[in-house]
Nanobody, 118 residues
């Protein structure tokens, strides 16, 4: 099973930017479709963005479309989430997810906190 560690979260003012990083170990990242999810206080975890195993296809939640960009570097076993024009409603714990491209159980990281002040 792949192990995932997120980093790059922090406190930023509205309109600012952050780049989250998800570092994978234990497996080859190119075997997985990768995604970012988030969970705000008192709310369920929600989908943010996903990129397929090769990086050719991406998909975003409507709330982040045009502001966030997901990308991956399989050679570095790393996935990124570039977040621009951040809003207070983007405040949440952000989780990295690895979903095996050929099926099987997915893996989660421990999360990184993003706080956007108004």
């Amino acid at each position: 099973q792949v192990q995932l560690v997120e980093s790059g979260g922090g406190l930023v003012q509205a309109g600012g930017s952050l780049r989250l990083t998800c570092a994978a170990s234990g497996r080859t990242l190119s075997d997985y479709d990768m995604g970012w999810y988030r969970q705000a206080p008192g709310k369920e975890r929600e989908f943010v963005a996903t990129v397929n195993w090769s990086g050719d296809n991406t998909y975003y939640a409507g709330s982040v479309q045009g502001r966030f960009t997901i990308s991956r570097d399989n050679a570095k076993n790393t996935v990124y989430l570039q977040m621009n024009s951040l809003k207070p409603e983007d405040t949440a714990i952000y989780y990295c997810n690895a979903d095996p491209a050929r099926g099987g159980l997915s893996s989660w990281g421990q999360g990184t906190q993003v706080t956007v002040s108004s």
